[in-house]
């Protein structure tokens, strides 16, 4: 079946760390994003990748990096400069970019410091 | 900037009740319009979206939503009520012309009472 697998589904970090959450799509989509979720400020934009080795910054990018070698995969490292890191963080992919756009998301990764 | 608005952070209905979550948004020219819908812990799951031509969208699981242009507004609404839709409910909004950044409104969790 086709779809995002994020994982994983739930991750401790210590203060300091760095993390890395993992993100894969076989839906062969070109685009995929990267959101930050905290109670009632819904869904907010960390980074977008819209082709193989090119990302932008999304609104909340500070404290974060990705990359994007391979069209499947878009990790997202959460770095020791993200000081509030705790959130839950979901993983998406657009295909489209016409009257077929959609986008489809993970599960979800809940990460916590500890 | 494009944003997207949910005014109603939280509302409660109870069952049958008709309901309607409303979205307003702010962009440049009509971008592309989603409802999504989340349950705790989870992903998200696409309801219904609007790209163009008729302005009554229908969706899955008995949403629908009316665009209106002049309003900026994309609001979802349902006939009668179930206690499996509480849950999270996000507007979402993207750039006509491409992929672009996909922004999120705040959300508005539906409470559903017996």
């Known amino acids: 079946d086709g779809g995002i697998t994020q994982s994983p589904k739930y991750l401790f970090r210590k203060e300091g760390q760095n993390v890395t959450l993992s993100c894969e799509q076989n839906l062969n989509h070109d685009a995929m994003y990267w959101y930050r979720q905290d109670p009632g400020q819904g869904l907010r934009l960390i980074y977008y990748s819209q082709i193989v080795n090119d990302f932008q910054k999304g609104d909340i990018a500070e404290g974060y990096s990705v990359s994007r070698e391979k069209k499947e995969s878009f990790p997202l490292t959460v770095t020791s400069a993200q000081k509030n890191p705790t959130a839950f963080y979901l993983c998406?992919?657009?295909?489209?970019?016409?009257?077929?756009?959609?986008?489809?998301f993970g599960q979800g990764t809940r990460l916590t410091v500890v | 900037a494009q944003s997207v608005t949910q005014p109603d952070i939280h509302i409660t209905v109870s069952e049958g009740a008709s309901l309607e979550l409303r979205c307003n948004y702010s962009?440049?020219?009509?971008?592309?319009l989603f409802w999504y819908v989340q349950s705790p812990g989870q992903g998200l799951q696409l309801l219904l979206k609007?790209?163009?031509?008729?302005?009554l969208v229908q969706g899955i699981k008995g949403f629908e939503a009316e665009f209106k242009r002049s309003q900026s507004s994309f609001n979802l609404r349902k006939p009668s009520v179930h206690w499996s839709d509480a849950a999270e409910y996000f507007c979402a909004a993207a750039g006509g012309t491409s992929y672009g950044k996909l922004t999120f409104g705040q959300g508005t969790i539906l409470t559903v009472h017996p």
């Open positions: 998406a992919s657009i295909s489209g970019g016409n009257r077929n756009t959609e986008a489809f």
């Open positions: 962009y440049g020219a009509t971008p592309y």
């Open positions: 609007y790209f163009s031509g008729d302005t």
